[in-house]
């Protein structure tokens, strides 16, 4: 049977409490005013709510969310993405991941995104240190590697770095890994390819980590941050590994909402998968799905 991964990212939930004045005494009064004059009214639990009933209708799903679930890394937020979360989704059934928004200051861990660490949990690698990121889930032998790009930056910056600490870690997960013809996945929020003037909206140790990625056996690669559906093919070892962007699941563009789902299975004991398009038309009030492998691919 085909394993299903369901991809979403950037919900930026609507804010439920307003931010106390004290709160907003640091970068967060920039990203407060560009919530309030224009996210607030972008963004939908709405249209969110629509997607993860379609997700929870799928057999043998499991879901990525690649970051940017808050906006401005408070307590109130974690709290309530957590109680959103945990409606739809069994703790085994989704792996998350944080983005620059989940990490907008320095915040007490306790105090955010411990709330959703039943997400990224480390169970299945106990030898690590107790950092909570890389982790790696095993679900029906694909392996899903978990990273964090989440930086604090200057006011009107977002660009993502992965510590030396991941880097090390990753290598040894991947080393663990190695021999088990496993289908791996490696989830990410900033992409791996150049975004922004120098880069400075992308990642910044990007060649690093493609450089420790091409020691070893990578089958895709997921992001967020770009709000749009993105596709790349990154070209390890005379390998072309996909790299995909998940639009915004919370913002309708061009009368629906979408996410991606990728359909991944065994065949002859090699590994195959599709990658499909999930979109909800707004006025018909349906879902389309469209197989969108060969244009990966071709693109």
Known sequence: MSQIISHISDLHLPMENRPTFPQLMNQRIFGYINHSSKRKNIYKLENLNIIFDDITKTDNSHTVLTG????????????????????????????????????YINVNYEKSLSYLEKYFSKRNNPSLNQDPFPYLKVINDIAIIGLSSAVVTPPLMCWGKISNKQINDLKEILRSIDSNNYFTIILIHHPLHKYGLMNLKGLLNREELLKTISKYNVNLILHGHLHNEIHNLIKINDKLIPCIGAPSSSRIMNNQISYLQYKIGKKDDKWNFSIYRRSYNISIKRFISEDITERVFNE
């Open 68 to 103: 940017d679930i808050v906006n401005l890394s408070l307590e109130d937020e974690f709290r309530s993405a957590s109680q959103i979360l945990n409606h739809h989704f069994r703790d085994q059934d989704l792996s998350f991941i944080p983005g620059n928004h989940d990490f």
